[in-house]
């Protein structure tokens, strides 16, 4: 009898006696499409992972690892399906890129995809049908593994779900950054830009030129000179704030991104906010006068020293960096900054003079536009395209240059009226170094005002835009500039959980978002967020208007 009975156990695992509603159907971002059906599956000890290809058992030595973890179970991977209780991961190639398509039935749970990332997504959402414990990855016990039966049909609104870091203003580490890769993951963005070059650090190594990370790296120490502080660091003073990443290091993280669907775009800025590469290279400004600052640790507004358009080693210099750059990220684009130059210097220096005669070129804006221009010719010549903040459009756009827009949408419209493609990342709602709650119960932020509420609201495409101009957007950005925030566990109280709200305006349809839903499923993802031991923000979920 008891042969019997284990066979029987064995055959038809536990029965669900939970039962499902719409409400506990928590997922964020929201998916396009959800059926519930009554009934659930249960994991058991004996659930098998079913993976036909190597692909797809990538993705679930990652369940196992979690199962391991929460319920010290060892689920075998296996190559064929058995006749029940099994997870299977298998391709369909209707479906399109990064989509999925994850039908739960009480026997058998099953995700079909057309890529990783697909297959990727539909473990995410998988993963936030079970219990908020499953999350914490510490084992926990008497406690029902299951998910409701539903069949969830679901892809993304944008190609590019990004979150921007700024690693210059504060250096941020290794282990942060992959962390950090893992929430966007789990959020389903796909872009992770870093902003590796500012005045106030130069945070990767170029092997030609050594200096830009032996001096550019390093300022005089954060507490004991505020960024904000007019204080500018005379040349030759030795800093002990800042840090880098080595290309090897870059090669790790952009491995470890792309395997989860994360693709890294590295930011050289230029012409301006240049000031730490100019400290290790001075010939590279205009001017080069003896009293040559060192890496500020900011402030020192307007820097009006910015790479030099007029000489022809300035091209030089940034075509080499390129191209040990292009040599570390696979991405289609690379991003060269553009803001905020202020080119007085441009103005009177007699290098720059001589470029506009012989370009015939108007005005320093011009020059500005012809700088921009040229390193796209470079970029595109080694098959990568060029991306820049909005200013990029002043003076003319570059050919194929894609905009991000960040001083409002106007930029970004702009592009988009010209045939350009554009990526949305207006103050107004993508500024994560903004206050998220009332001023005087947050920690010391830039200023602006950016609750949760308020970020749930961002739409990429403009009203006004036609259809075909909405085509060339092709997604959003959070930006989270570092000035005001030292370390990676503030960085994470910036992040969290505005990133959330940020990827349901990237990732779901347009008509499901509704505020009142997605307040419900952030008490659970406030759970998950503490399970994963994720330094969240409460003060940004107590603002609703
Ligand atoms: C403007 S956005 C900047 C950054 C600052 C940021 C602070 C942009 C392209 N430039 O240099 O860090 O404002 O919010």
Redesign the pocket.
Known sequence: ILTLLTIVCFGCHTKSTKVYTEEDITIIPKPKQVTLNPGAFSFTENTKLVALDEATSETLEMLQTNFKNVADWKLEIVASEPASNYILLTHDDSLENENYLLEVSSDKIVIRANDQAGYLYGIQSLQQLLPVEFEGNTLVENIQWEVPNVIINDGPRFKWRGVML?LS?HFLDKAYIKNTIDQLAKHKMNVLHLHLV?DQGWRIEIKKYPKLTEVGAWRVDQEELHWNSREPIKAGQKGTYGGFFTQNELKEIVAYAASKNVEVIPEIEMPA?VTSAIAAYPHLKCFENPEAIGVPSGGVWPITDIYCAGKESTFEFLEDVLLEVMEIFPSQYIHI?G??ATKTNWEQCPFCKKRMANENLKDVEELQSYFIKRMEKFINAHGKRLVG?D?ILEGGLAPDATV?S??GFEGGLEAAQHGHDVVM?P?SYC?F??YQGPQNEEPLA?G?YLPLSKVYQFDPVVETMTEEEATHVLGGQA?L???YIPTAEHAEYMLYPRLAALSETVWSPKDARNWDDFAHRMETQYKRYENQGVNVAKSAFLVTS
């Open positions: 700024d203003r500012d906010h900054g803001d905020e903040w200013e991000m960040w001083r990342t103050t500024y170094d903004y830039i602006g930006n500039w570092t000035e």
